[in-house]
T-cell receptor
């Protein structure tokens, strides 16, 4: 299994509070991704990173920001959480974005409940 | 728009039977990658199998194989000799070109597979 951890694994928070989720990898992979998973939608990409300090938006980036100051860590921040951000959040990593190296490996997920 | 469609929300079969999960996708690209992931009750996303579009030979991984029909844009997953541990959500995913050389996985909504003893 790829060495990917996410913290926290579960979090309950209130509307309007900031929340930061952390993804940590030990594989030294260049690419990292944040997804959210909601019933009926599969996974949707929030943001991704293609290197330290290099990030870009995915299809559902509104209300989220990310940072990557080290290869191994990718942080997802909800500046002011809303109930619509209640979801399960997955981090993924890949060696590259083309070829077989583009295969993504996933962390265990973080379940976030915004009350 | 590039989409991935899994037309079977839920399926159930008896243990040891063979089951096929369907997936269709829409793209104008010629070379791309397709994936099947499983998500058991533990919620961990696990890669099952992958297929490169330029390879005509269907990918296989032990009891798992795909039927890749490029012209029909179809990518079905066959599970032979199904086991109780195969019970999971199965997601089909297609790799889409975002910009330059950056790609994004586009996911289907999933098929819930239940293996009955």
């Amino acid at each position: 299994d790829a060495g990917i951890t996410q913290s926290p694994r579960h979090k309950v928070t209130e509307t309007g509070t900031p929340v930061t989720l952390r993804c940590h990898q030990t594989e030294n992979h260049r690419y990292m991704y944040w997804y959210r998973q909601d019933p009926g939608h599969g996974l949707r990409l929030i943001h991704y990173s293609y290197g330290v300090k290099d990030t870009d938006k995915g299809e559902v980036s509104d209300g989220y920001s990310v940072s990557r100051s080290k290869t191994e860590d990718f942080l997802l921040t909800l500046e002011s959480a809303t109930s619509s951000q209640t979801s399960v959040y997955f981090c993924a990593i890949s060696e590259s974005m083309i070829g077989i190296g583009a295969t993504q490996y996933f962390g265990p997920g973080t379940r976030l409940l915004v009350l | 728009a590039q989409t991935v469609t899994q037309s079977q929300p839920e399926m159930s079969v008896q243990e040891a039977e063979t089951v096929t999960l369907s997936c269709t996708y829409d793209t104008s690209e010629n070379n791309y990658y397709l994936f099947w992931y499983k998500q058991p009750p533990s919620r961990q996303m696990i890669l099952v199998i992958r297929q490169e579009a330029y390879k005509q030979q269907n990918a296989t991984e032990n009891r798992f194989s795909v039927n890749f029909q490029k012209a029909a844009k179809s990518f079905s997953l066959k599970i032979s000799d199904s086991q109780l541990g195969d019970t999971a959500m199965y997601f089909c995913a297609f790799m889409k070109l975002l910009s330059d050389s950056n790609y994004q996985l586009i996911w289907g909504a999933g098929t819930k597979l239940i293996i009955k003893p």
